[in-house]
């Protein structure tokens, strides 16, 4: 059996494990993801104490992030609770559109505050109205056909638009853009909110009878005395991180690069500015202008976030177990897998996610699970859309909630249904949502790039990033043979044609190392595929005061999921790669190297004309790269791009039988 396919063996048996400790066993999703995620990385090979170290840098890198989103939209859904926001918003809509049409009204009003909050705190904040709406008809409305829109709205929200934690994981695990994602999601939720709540409601709910004794709707229903809010400004502070989001998303379609209005709004429009803005805002919209006091909006803040610490702590070991399937290699074999099966990311994104929600009965952990198993197979496969890649996931990760699915006994308790009814009803319509779901992002597909097409070829938006040579200024390495340029024949000197001698190692300017540099019987040049030399890059910006590219400082950066790396350095900063030869340039350790190895990396770029440190006692990092055929690039000339994700090719002369070549590099912004 090769390692590859023990290690897609152990990956099966981990997600196997983690369905029947959770749905069988009953034990906490996050004690089952954390011993999971160890005994994963035990078995794949991985040293012990490197499988704690890469789960615990896998928790602290999602919930550097999700915490803070999780609990500055918490305190925002606190504050519309508390403020009667969430009541205002319901009443106005249900007025404009008429209680005929209530049932639809009730769908806009769920996804609408469903968007700052949890599926049960939505669920918690309108279900007073859905009680009351159905007594005021005196029978004429059927709780069914008002209750199914509401939950329906509140369920698509829940997992498909950013900024909800499972969504904004999904983002981050993809590298989606996170206002075009909320602009998808939007197009895909509304339609499927609309096909599992209104139009399956009014065709369920004549096929349901309920008990006219529900003890809920007769506590719930009762009418409050609060003064509420306005509805313009409380519509404004719910949307606000949305408008936010997508306002940084059209300025990056719309200016430059190097445009200060582009920076300003993508720093308002980042998830936890945006979020931040929005619940400074609710302070006075919500909070002082409905006379509350600042120790009574300090109690909301404190009060909320104690139900989100189960939340957090299982996203957190969900970004563990991503980790780990990563540095294992699992994530390697997964991807080379799907790649020469030729599998759809999409429809494999949702698959997986639908599976572990119908074993594990939790949208979170399905949505967690699978983007850490689907992200390295997207990364390495061409026409991959991140943002679609999120809506496919989330949609997987909300079909077919059954008796396992806390929300199906919330259901089930709060309109008195029997079994059989919530399985009609719930889980009926949390199925349309996931096969519709997915429906509508495949249409959606055909229009936003993902579906195969023709592609336009242009050097629009390519940018140079190869050295000059020029033997006045390019850096040649100590001992390395020296460069010269001669015109054999020359028009300017009166000769009929213009004709060129050039003299120079083969490890001048920007050139690529082939496995043969280093390696016995390794590669040469010639012999090294297109596949690692062509695709998405991602550049790393390290600071000018760092030489030394050990795994700490790797570390410090984004650059997990990425196939191929390039290192943005002082050397660039300063540059080097357009004079005389340097000695303290900055060069990637063999930790570093180590981990990128490990990790899947199948190409590793660098500013300065060698990777390795200079005088270094052995050649280390070309060994550990070059021995796991990772091609390495040398002398890039980086200064015309910024950190972030690009699209890169690179290609080397094709040299038959020699260790590198001199190549031409050029990268496209993602």
């Known amino acids: 059996m090769s390692p590859d396919t023990l290690l897609l063996l152990y990956a099966f048996l981990a997600v196997v494990a983690l369905i029947v400790l959770i749905a069988g066993f009953k034990l906490h999703p996050f004690i089952v993801l954390v011993a999971v995620s160890l005994g994963l990385g035990a078995v794949a090979g991985m040293p012990l104490t490197g499988v704690v170290k890469a789960f615990q840098d896998g928790v602290g890198g999602v919930l550097g992030f999700i915490a803070i989103v999780v609990a500055l939209g918490t305190m ?62 005196g029978g004429g409305l059927s709780l069914v056909k008002i209750a199914i829109p509401l939950v329906a709205g509140l369920s698509v929200v829940h997992g498909m638009v950013p900024p909800h934690p499972a969504a904004m994981l999904a983002v981050g695990a993809y590298h989606a853009d996170i206002g075009r994602t909320i602009a998808y999601a939007i197009l895909v939720g509304l339609p499927t909110a609309a096909l599992a709540g209104p139009i399956f409601a009014s065709w369920i709910a004549p096929r349901i009878q309920l008990s006219a004794d529900n003890p809920m709707a007769t506590q719930l229903s009762g009418e409050t005395s609060r003064e509420l809010p306005g509805f313009g400004l409380t519509l404004f502070t719910v949307l606000l991180p949305v408008i936010l989001m997508l306002a940084a998303s059209a300025a990056d379609v719309a200016l430059g690069t190097t445009s200060g209005l582009r920076s300003t709004f993508d720093f308002v429009g980042s998830p936890i500015v945006a979020l931040l803005i ?6 006075w919209s919500l909070g002082y202008k409905q006379h509350f006091t600042r120790d009574q909006i300090l109690k909301f ?21 991503n980790r780990v399937l990563l540095e294992s290699g699992v994530g390697k074999a997964v991807a080379d897998l799907a790649l020469g099966s030729h599998a759809s990311p999409l429809l494999l994104a949702w698959t997986v996610a639908a599976l572990i929600r119908v074993a594990t009965g939790s949208a979170t952990v399905a949505m967690t699970t699978s983007a ?6 997207a990364a390495a496969t061409s026409g991959s859309n991140a ?40 889980t009926v319509a949390e199925t349309i949502i996931g096969v519709a779901g997915l429906g509508f992002t495949l249409l959606l597909s055909l229009v936003a790039g993902c579906a195969p097409r023709e592609p336009e070829l242009s050097a629009q938006g390519w940018i140079e990033v190869t050295a000059t040579l020029d033997p006045a200024r390019t850096p040649i390495y100590e001992g390395d043979a020296p460069m010269r340029f001669d015109f054999l024949k020359n028009m300017q000197q009166g000769d009929k044609l213009t004709l060129s ?18 390696i016995a019987n390794g590669a040469p040049i010639d012999q090294v595929a297109l596949e690692p030399l062509i695709g998405r890059a991602r550049v790393i910006a390290i600071s000018d005061s760092v030489q030394a590219i050990d795994a700490a400082e790797l570390n410090k950066h984004d650059w997990r999921g990425a196939q191929r790396v390039l290192f943005h350095t002082r050397s660039s900063l300063r540059g080097w790669m357009d004079s005389a030869f340097h000695k303290d340039f900055a060069y990637i350790a063999p930790d570093a190297a180590q981990l990128l190895a490990d990790a899947g990396v199948v190409l590793v770029g660098v500013d300065y004309i060698s990777a390795e440190q200079f005088g270094a006692a052995a050649p280390r990092t070309h060994q550990i790269l070059l ?15 910024v950190a972030g994700d690009y699209d890169l090719i690179v290609l080397p002369l094709k040299v038959k039988g020699h260790e590198g070549a001199p190549a031409r590099a050029i990268v496209r912004k993602r």
């Open 501 to 518: 001698a050039y003299s120079m190692g083969a490890h001048s300017g920007t050139h690529i190392d082939a496995p043969m540099h280093f």
């Open 278 to 283: 929005a619940l400074l805002f609710s302070f």
């Open 372 to 377: 850490g198993i689907v992200a390295p197979i």
């Open 301 to 321: 803040a404190n009060d909320c976030l104690g139900p989100t610490a189960t939340i957090l702590l299982v996203i957190g070991a969900g970004g563990g177990f």
């Open 76 to 137: 925002l859904g606190k504050m519309m609770a508390e403020s009667g926001g969430a009541t205002r918003i319901a009443t106005t809509l249900i007025a404009l559109i008429g209680e005929r049409r209530v049932h639809w009204a009730i769908m806009v009003v769920g996804f609408i505050v469903g968007i700052p909050v949890f599926f049960q705190v939505g669920f918690m904040l309108l279900i007073p109205l859905v009680f009351t709406i159905a007594r005021r008809s």
């Open 627 to 641: 021995g796991r055929g990772i091609p390495i690039v040398e002398g890039l000339d980086l200064r015309p791009v």
């Open 387 to 426: 943002e679609l890649l999120v809506l496919a996931t989330g949609a997987g990760s909300l079909v077919l909630s059954h008796v396992n699915d806390s929300g199906f006994w919330l259901i089930k308790e709060f309109f008195n249904m029997t079994v059989p009814q919530t399985l009609k009803t719930w």
